[in-house]
């Protein structure tokens, strides 16, 4: 493998500069202030220069979304390896707990990520609110610990009948994106255990994680809660007597 140029490695450092100073705007003041007019002043450079980094300020942002997207699953799989001795239930609930922690510490990453808008809305490809983008880190950290407790334990999920008609074509879609990461992370997964049933409650588990945590990073709770932490632990207890496990 040939080694970068000098002219490579000084474009490599300019654009590592460029992402940390966009993420100290980030944090410091929130997703408005990260434009490219800002980076400028920030450097010392023209507006224009960072063009011939990033075509647009929505480029900058993907990137930096991946960035903090790279960080958060790094982070928790740092967490779920410590619990390797522990069984899947464990796991998955560490994880459960940790996202939050994540997002409770870092609200302004949390929000770039999970809850602004990126260019279309619902569970459009790019929807920065969904788990459609399995292959990257914080969503494979998430479904394979997930797939260690399937693989694990025989869990209470619904029918294959149950799941409305309407979204089985979705289910089937995603249940196969969901094989190849749980097969690519190495896990014996048997993938009859990923019926649509099973794919169905782990989008419903997935949404219930995201919502509490986003209504507690928004200060949106119907009412004034003075021990968040026993509410959390509370609803994760109801996750787990619902798919059948103990509450950890």
């Known amino acids: 493998m040939s080694r ?41 450079i023209t507006a224009p220069a960072l063009y011939r980094y990033y075509g647009s300020r929505d480029d900058l942002l993907a990137h930096l979304r991946l960035d903090i997207v790279g960080d958060l699953g790094d982070e928790l799989a740092g967490e779920v390896a410590e619990l390797a001795e522990d069984d899947g239930a464990v796991q998955l609930f560490a994880l459960c707990r940790g996202f939050r922690h994540w997002a409770l510490t870092h609200t302004r990453e949390f929000t770039l990520v999970f809850a602004s808008p990126t260019g279309q809305v619902g569970s459009a ?32 999920t619904p029918a294959d009948e149950a799941v409305p008609a309407e979204l089985r074509d979705d289910l089937t879609a995603y249940r196969g994106e969901l094989l190849s990461v749980l097969s690519e992370s190495g896990l014996d997964f048997p993938a009859e255990k990923l019926d649509l049933g099973t794919t169905y409650l782990m989008i419903q588990f997935w949404a219930r994680i995201y919502g509490h945590v986003t209504l507690e990073v928004f200060g949106n709770y119907p009412i004034p809660v003075t021990k968040p932490d026993v509410l959390f632990d509370a609803m994760l207890a109801d996750l787990a007597r619902e798919i059948g496990v103990l509450p950890r």
């Open 125 to 156: 490809p790019s929807s920065a609110a969904t788990l459609s983008r399995a292959d990257e880190p914080f969503g494979r950290i998430f479904l394979t610990t997930a797939g260690h407790l399937l693989a694990t334990h025989d869990l209470d």
């Open 4 to 44: 970068p140029t000098r002219r490579g490695r000084a474009r490599s450092a300019t654009d590592h500069e460029i992402r940390q100073t966009a993420r100290a705007l980030l944090v410091a003041d929130g997703p408005e202030a990260v434009t490219l007019r800002a980076i400028a002043r920030e450097l010392g």
